[in-house]
């Protein structure tokens, strides 16, 4: 069975899931590898794709690498191909054009951590755990999820809790906003699709423009940003979803009655 699976529902909403359930879906060379490849497949049909949800199958969201085999890893080029396969493949994750779900069932560590905070929303469950533990095993984050993590909470706690290898609950996780939501434990997936399902009932040129403006609040300078998302108004009140849905709203004032 493959280690990572992807599919696209009949409703727009594409399903990442990390498949080893055995290893609490820690990624080998192979599942990183494959992790890649579904990526590069959600690109290749994001045209159709309303929204993307990240999971782990059976109670687990991602461990992080399994150190059983990467152990017999020990080079400085392991490990710079280590940082290079899922640095890149978060990068590309980020870069979706739709919104992107971490669906968060056990513990999501180390760099189950990272491809978590690499997607736009985090729904966790209870009993989940959310932990940037590197430094536990003498090693810092390398497919960005430090300065992910710091952009989301800031220097000085991005700091403290990398340094400190903190593990947070899913409701420490929701006060510090590391968290969207928190689900009964077995719902996170469920949560996560309603809220994809959501977004997937909205007008999809719309929701790509409200990424896009927001990336570029995470990205740009705040003039930049302004102007990023000013520009992205026009052609959205000129396009037919807006005008149906201001006529439909215009004639329904109208016929109220007095």
């Given at each position: 069975m493959s280690s990572i699976l992807f599919e696209v529902q009949e409703d727009g909403i594409g399903v990442?899931?990390?498949?080893?359930?055995?290893?609490?879906?820690?990624?080998?060379?192979?599942?990183?590898?494959?992790?890649?490849?579904?990526?590069d497949g959600a690109h290749a049909v994001e045209r159709e794709l309303r929204?993307?949800?990240?999971?782990?199958?059976?109670?687990a969201f991602c461990a992080g690498g399994d150190l059983f085999e990467?152990?017999?890893?020990?080079?400085?080029?392991?490990?710079?191909?280590?940082?290079?396969i899922m640095g890149?493949?978060?990068?590309?994750?980020?870069?979706?054009?739709?919104?992107?779900?971490?669906?968060?069932?056990?513990?999501?560590?180390?760099?189950?951590?990272?491809?978590a905070l690499a997607c736009d929303v985090r729904v966790m469950a209870e009993g989940a755990t959310l932990g940037m533990m590197h430094v536990r095993l003498g090693i810092c984050p390398a497919w960005g999820g430090g300065q992910r993590l710091l952009r989301l909470v800031g220097?000085?706690?991005?700091?403290?809790?990398?340094?400190?290898?903190?593990?947070?609950?899913?409701?420490?996780?929701?006060?510090?906003?590391?968290?969207?939501?928190?689900?009964?434990?077995?719902?996170?997936?469920?949560?996560?699709?309603?809220?994809?399902?959501?977004?997937?009932r909205q007008d999809s040129q719309a929701v790509r423009a409200i990424k896009r403006l927001a990336r570029a609040g995470v990205e740009l300078s705040p003039e930049e940003a302004t102007a990023a998302e000013r520009s992205e108004f026009p052609d959205l009140w000129a396009a037919p979803a807006h005008l149906e849905a201001s006529a439909l709203f215009v004639a329904r004032k109208n016929h109220r009655p007095a």
């Open positions: 990442l899931t990390m498949n080893r359930p055995e290893a609490r879906n820690a990624l080998t060379w192979e599942a990183m590898e494959s992790f890649s490849i579904a990526v929204a993307l949800v990240v999971t782990g199958a059976e109670g990467l152990d017999g890893y020990p080079t400085r080029l392991d490990g710079a191909r280590l940082a290079a890149e493949a978060l990068v590309r994750l980020e870069a979706l054009p739709i919104p992107t779900l971490a669906a968060m069932e056990g513990p999501a560590l180390g760099g189950g951590a990272e491809v220097y000085s706690r991005a700091l403290e809790w990398m340094a400190a290898g903190q593990v947070f609950t899913a409701d420490e996780a929701l006060a510090y906003g590391l968290a969207n939501r928190v689900a009964p434990e077995g719902g996170a997936f469920d949560q996560s699709m309603e809220l994809a399902a959501a977004f997937a």
